[in-house]
């Protein structure tokens, strides 16, 4: 290929891929599939290869680019992003709403928006190319955080017009793409995101923005800061939301103008009540004067503009009273603290524990046994006490001391270098052991189906198992003589364990519980070392060769296989015939090639009960399925489970086959 054909043809790409990009971020409705638009994109990727002196920052592959930062440098904005003055009530809305119609003396109008619980960003485009975005900071000097910017793929890199423009605007997490981080976390046991905007602010602090960009992050603009020079006049806010649109902009099309403050109640009961239907997060209602030359007239505080307010939902929090303090011991021996409450309603869902983290946490919010406490429930996961209700004390409360020696064996807990936490250290623990028995066969471990947490205590507490290997010793005669262990749940049992032992090696990895080995890592090493025997002998500099395994992993590794008892166990599990060794991704079985699945598009929505998400997922897929997050005009079927929404709503607009859960299962279990 010449040079001049190369560019000529990078150009048309890069419009294509633009066009097509736009259709599928910005407005959710796709014009071409999938595979299209990687096709075309590969074939950018290989011209700009042959000749690197053609690519331009705004090329769509350019999103996720260069090596990670040493720090976000500060950015000055030239207009301040002021917040909002926020409203709790009727009330506080009928004075804002009297405030500003004396204030202007004239007919006035609104327009109302969601209020997006994100981050307030800056973006700056020079003649239509992305140059720079940055945080809000403190509302005068913000970040740099360009580079972790560029990979939202909503955010344009280059504008339908070649204008020079600020605009601003909210980075969100949807809450499908937080909830399969916090899945992709909970598996490689690490810390969970409280809530969509804690793990979007997460996201764009990191230096490296390939972590940004795996985190499908969103935007919605909702304002112009400022704009060189305009063809058509812009004289409303609305009329700015529109031109924001026409520039090739994401703006949430939730918008209303309202020519009262009635109007702007029912806009309010209606998102109140529809909240939960939305894919993202909002946490209420920003109401704004439309007129620009009415803005302009009523002015700002240092802090807010007069002329727009946030109706902020009510918090989902309730008070209760904790009871007790419970203390569980982990696998890894961390001693955790659990609040055991009077049973309350919180978001929908009835609540009794809540985590207490450790003991500096109780200390810092001052909490005692018998307190009322405030209990909030975080986006999906486990609920927290945000604080003690100290004035409402009586006397009778009791301050809670942490142990010093472990509730299961007694033996001395310990802090390990500058944690927090106070440790179980003794090998031998039986708490310790029956968590990592629990651990051991569940699901993305070694998955043996029946055998819970209930059944392990059960059989722990009766001396069947002491370590993974009794689980293969386990004998129908002895089974059969349990409580609630009936003859069919047995065989079934056995016939589990007897399964597992054909899994491939990264399940047992996993299962193991090495310190700091995740499902994720115990995969990486299965397919690199191939068999335990080569893994337990892998050296440190050899562990750290391998992608993905950092130094702490490594020597946690290599202090696991140092142990002879570990030894020892391998042997017994050889001989028991687990299998050792790496099997390779699972081939598609060739019944799917007939499958009514095969070659669809299909979406999940609303809340399984049979099936975890990713266990229905892994099904389909095996069935030649292709599972993807939103719905469009190429999806085929859309599976509706419990409550489900937006998705559902729309695929009955387009008229796409839906099933339920039941339908879903017929199919998958025959
Ligand atoms: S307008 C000068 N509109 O809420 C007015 N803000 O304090 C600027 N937010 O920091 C804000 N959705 O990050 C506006 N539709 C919306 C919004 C919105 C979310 C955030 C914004 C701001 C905070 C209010």
Not at 56 to 82: M, Y
Not at 315 to 339: F, H, K, Q, Y
Request: hydrophobic share 35%.
């Amino acid at each position: 290929m010449d040079k001049a054909f190369a560019q000529k043809r990078a150009q048309e790409l890069r419009a294509l891929l633009h066009q097509y990009g736009y259709e599928y971020y910005v407005l959710d409705s796709p014009t071409v599939p999938d595979s299209e638009y990687d096709r075309l994109m590969q074939e950018l990727i290989h011209i700009e290869k042959e000749f690197p002196a053609l690519i331009t920052t705004d090329s769509p592959t350019q999103r996720v680019g260069g090596e990670p930062l040493s720090a976000f440098t500060k950015v000055q904005h030239d207009i301040p992003l002021l917040s909002l003055a926020n409203a709790f009530n009727e009330q506080d809305l009928r004075d804002f709403d009297r405030r500003v119609r004396s204030g202007v003396g004239e007919e006035i109008s609104y327009v109302c928006e969601l209020k997006i619980d994100g981050l307030a960003v800056s973006l700056k485009y020079e003649n239509g190319s992305f140059v720079q975005g940055a945080t809000r900071g403190d509302g005068t000097t913000g970040e740099d955080i360009t580079v972790n910017l560029r990979t939202v793929q909503s955010i344009p890199l280059r504008l339908k017009q070649p204008v020079t423009i600020e605009v601003r605007g909210e980075v969100f997490m949807p809450k499908r793409s937080f909830e399969r981080l916090n899945e992709e976390r909970e598996k490689q046991d690490e810390m969970l995101f409280a809530n969509p905007r804690n793990a979007a602010a997460g996201s764009l602090r990191q230096l490296d923005p390939k972590i940004a960009a795996s985190r499908h992050l969103d935007i919605f603009l909702y304002g112009i800061a400022s704009v060189d020079t305009l063809d058509v006049p812009v004289a409303s806010h609305s009329e700015g939301l529109d031109f924001l649109d026409e520039l090739g902009f994401k703006t949430n099309q939730e918008r209303k103008k309202c020519d009262t403050i009635e109007e702007v109640f029912t806009f309010i009961s209606h998102w109140t009540e529809q909240r939960p239907n939305l894919p993202y997060e909002i946490d209420g209602i920003v109401i704004k004067v439309n007129a620009l030359s009415q803005q302009e007239n009523l002015g700002a505080t240092v802090k807010s503009p007069r002329w727009a307010i946030a109706y902020k939902f009510p918090a989902e929090e309730v008070v209760t009273t904790l009871r007790g303090i419970e203390l569980n011991v982990g696998r890894t021996g961390v001693v955790t603290p659990t609040a055991m409450l009077d049973p309350v309603q919180v978001a929908g869902t009835t609540v009794q524990r809540a985590t207490l983290h450790n003991e500096d946490f109780i200390r810092e919010k001052e909490i005692k046994i018998g307190d009322r406490v405030v209990i909030k429930k975080a986006g999906d996961i486990i609920p927290e006490v945000v604080r003690a209700l100290s004035e409402q004390r009586t006397g009778e409360e009791e301050e809670f001391y942490m142990p010093t020696h472990c509730p299961a064996c007694e033996s001395e807990l310990v802090r390990l270098d500058d944690e927090v936490a106070l440790r179980c250290i003794n090998p031998k623990c039986s708490a310790q052991i029956r968590e990592g028995l629990i651990h051991f066969v569940s699901r993305n471990a070694m998955n043996i189906d029946g055998l819970g947490e209930k059944v392990i205590t059960q059989l722990f507490n009766h001396g069947l198992i002491k370590d993974v290997a009794d689980l293969y010793r386990l004998k129908r005669e002895e089974l059969i003589q349990l409580e609630r262990m009936g003859e069919k749940s047995v065989d079934n049992l056995l016939q589990a364990i007897e399964t597992s032992k054909k899994n491939s090696l990264e399940r047992l990895l996993f299962g193991l519980g090495i310190r700091y080995v995740g499902a994720k890592a115990a995969k990486t090493l299965a397919k690199h070392f191939m068999t335990i025997d080569r893994l337990k002998t892998a050296t440190l500099e050899e562990l750290i060769t391998v992608d993905e395994i950092g130094e702490k992993m490594a020597e946690s590794i290599t202090a696991y296989f140092h142990k002879e008892e570990v030894h020892e166990l391998i042997e017994e599990l050889r001989d028991f015939g687990v299998n050792l060794t790496y099997l390779g991704p699972v081939d598609l079985p060739k019944e799917s090639e007939n499958h009514y699945f095969n070659g669809k598009s299909i979406v999940l929505t609303g809340k399984l009960e049979q099936f975890t998400r990713e266990e229905a997922k892994e099904k389909i897929e095996l069935l030649g399925g292709k599972v993807t997050g939103s719905v469009s005009k190429s999806t085929d079927l859309v599976i509706a489970g419990e409550k489900a929404g937006s998705k559902l709503k729309k695929a009955e607009e387009l008229g796409i086959e839906v099933w339920d859960e039941a339908r879903l299962a017929e199919e998958l279990n025959g």
